[in-house]
C-alpha cells in the first residue's frame, strides 16, 4: 500500500487556503456591496482560472449526459459551493477566520461520519467506529473551546 503522506500533506495545504478564501470573500463582499455579489464573482474568477488548465490537459468535452441519467445529488456540489461561500462570506466577519473554520470542520466531520456509516453519495460504506466517534467529539470540543475563547477574548477587550 503506498504511502498517504504526500496525499494527506496535498489536503493539508488545500486546507490551509480556505480560511485566506474565506477572509477574502468576506472582504470581496465589503467592497463590492453584497455577499452574494462576491459569491458570483469568486466563483467567475474559479471559471476564468479553471478553463486556461483544463485547455492545456486538453480534456475532452464532459458527458452531461451520462450525467443527466445519474442520480440528483451528483448536482447538490454546486449548491454547495454557493452555501459555503455565501456561508464565508456572512460569517467570517462576525466569526473570524478561525471561529468561522473550525465550525466549519466540525460540521465537515459530523456529515463526513453520516455519509460514510450510511455510504451516501455513491461512496463504500465504513461503519461509524467508537474511536471514529470519539475524534469527531473531539473536534466538536474545540469549536466549542475556540468559540469560548474568542468571546472570553472579546469581552476582555
Do not use: C, E
Not at 456591496?33 to 492545456?56: D, E, F, K, Q
Not at 490537459?57 to 452531461?64: M, T, Y
Not at 466577519?93 to 451516501?120: E, N, T, W, Y
Amino acid at each position: 500500500m503506498p504511502s498517504t503522506t504526500p496525499l494527506l500533506a496535498a489536503a493539508l495545504l488545500a486546507g490551509a487556503a480556505v480560511p485566506f478564501q474565506a477572509g477574502a470573500n468576506a472582504a470581496l463582499g465589503r467592497l463590492i456591496g453584497h455577499p452574494l455579489w462576491a459569491t458570483l464573482v469568486s466563483l467567475t474568477v474559479s471559471i476564468a482560472l479553471l478553463i486556461p488548465v483544463m485547455l492545456a490537459f486538453r480534456l475532452p468535452f464532459p458527458a452531461i449526459g451520462d450525467a443527466l441519467k445519474g442520480p440528483w445529488w451528483v448536482w447538490a456540489g454546486g449548491a454547495a459551493g454557493v452555501l459555503y461561500l455565501t456561508a464565508a462570506l456572512l460569517l467570517t466577519p462576525r466569526l473570524g477566520a478561525a471561529g468561522f473554520i473550525v465550525a466549519v470542520i466540525a460540521g465537515q466531520i459530523v456529515a463526513s461520519l453520516a455519509i460514510d456509516h450510511f455510504g451516501l453519495v455513491g461512496l463504500p460504506a465504513r461503519p461509524v467506529a467508537p474511536m471514529r466517534l470519539l475524534g469527531a467529539a473531539l473536534i466538536i470540543g474545540g469549536m466549542v473551546v475556540t468559540q469560548w475563547a474568542s468571546q472570553a477574548s472579546a469581552t476582555a477587550r
